[in-house]
């Protein structure tokens, strides 16, 4: 090289050309990929990434974004309050994601601050040019969607449908029929369902599914809602359970694993025995970090699959791709446990 540098210096393209002795514009076509008729020899281009690499120089990413008009990365908004790794399903979703991303050469870009702000500075970080689409988690009702159905931004939905989305899900509602056609084949007639706090398109599908497959079987449910979405139960619940025999309710379906953990829990201090006094029945299947008391009769949904395939999809669609699917629906799984 032709020159000195100083290690402490950002180096530029500049730098570069200068130590090698060729143009910034021919380090430019070697370095950047800038489209160029200029051809640059083997030697050449050999030189100036040698003394890129021993210069330390970094390729600056916003000014490559803007001439590529990308960022390579994909965004991830949840609309269900914070994302907990060491949440199982949250695990297995973050997962999914980063196989997706590695599997399609994109990075991967999670916001956790979305709670101090509102839908308008939610929608301008997201749609501000960090990236280039968006993984979305939400309710159909939340007010970011339609935010984001004026935007010129692509995003993809997965776990809820949201019309007029291309997303991707698990097949909640044959879950829930499997679970009810169980539960007719053990001889209960009267259940307790366990819905989750809030606005959830995936669980509503599968509280309606059991409710109208239970039905046909002539079984009476009563849905009852948890007082938090990791299964707490209240007052009126725990009262419920305590009259469950003067009711007939002899079965608890639980619209995902937390909740049916947290009957087990009630149950075991205040000594229902299960499956005896009460079958319980969870959903989603995904592995616990400890080994439970007992083996949970559940669903089992592949959420890490799920969300590898949404990262697929808005690939696709950031690729200009004509071939959309509205809605991928992936098989879910009934897993028969000791709690039933």
Not at 11 to 36: E, R, Y
Not at 116 to 133: N, P, S, T
Request: hydrophobic residues 40%.
């Amino acid at each position: 090289m032709s020159s000195t540098y100083s290690p402490n210096k950002k180096v530029t393209l500049k730098d570069i050309a200068h130590a090698v002795g060729v143009s910034q514009f021919t380090v430019s076509v070697v370095l950047n990929g800038a489209k160029s008729n200029t051809r640059v020899s083997d030697g050449t281009r050999a030189k100036i990434l040698d003394a890129a690499r021993e210069m330390g120089y970094l390729p600056n990413a916003l000014a490559r974004a803007l001439r590529n008009q990308a960022t390579n990365i994909l965004g991830l908004y949840f609309g269900y309050g914070h994302l907990e790794p060491h949440d199982p399903f949250h695990a297995e979703v973050l997962t999914g994601l980063q196989r997706g991303c590695e599997i399609c050469e994109k990075d991967l870009m999670i916001h956790y601050s979305f709670h101090r702000y509102g839908v308008d500075e939610i929608f301008a970080e997201l749609a501000g040019g960090k990236i280039d689409g968006l993984v979305l988690i939400a309710s159909p009702d939340d007010p970011l969607v339609e935010r984001l159905r004026g935007s010129k931004l692509s995003f993809v939905a997965m776990t809820d449908v949201i019309p007029g989305v291309p997303g991707v899900i698990a097949d909640d509602a044959a879950g829930s029929v499997e679970i009810a056609r169980h539960l007719a084949g053990l001889g209960h007639k009267n259940v307790m369902y366990r819905s989750c706090p809030g606005q959830s398109d995936s669980a509503l599908r599968r509280e309606v599914a059991f409710i109208d497959e239970a039905k046909r079987f002539g079984i009476e449910t009563v849905s009852v809602k948890t007082s938090d979405w990791k299964g707490r139960l209240d007052a009126a619940e725990i009262d419920l359970l305590a009259r469950r025999r003067e009711n007939g309710i002899t079965a608890a379906v639980c619209w995902g694993d937390p909740s049916a953990y947290a009957l087990l829990s009630y149950c075991k201090s205040n000594d229902v025995r299960v499956p005896n006094d009460l079958a319980v029945v969870g959903f989603n299947g995904i592995e616990m970090p400890y080994e439970p008391a007992h083996v949970l009769t559940t669903v089992r949904a592949n959420w890490a699959l799920v969300a590898q395939r949404a990262v697929q999809l808005l690939v696709d669609q950031l690729d200009g791709k004509t071939e959309i699917s509205d809605l991928t629906v992936l098989p879910v799984e009934f897993c028969p446990g000791e709690t039933s």
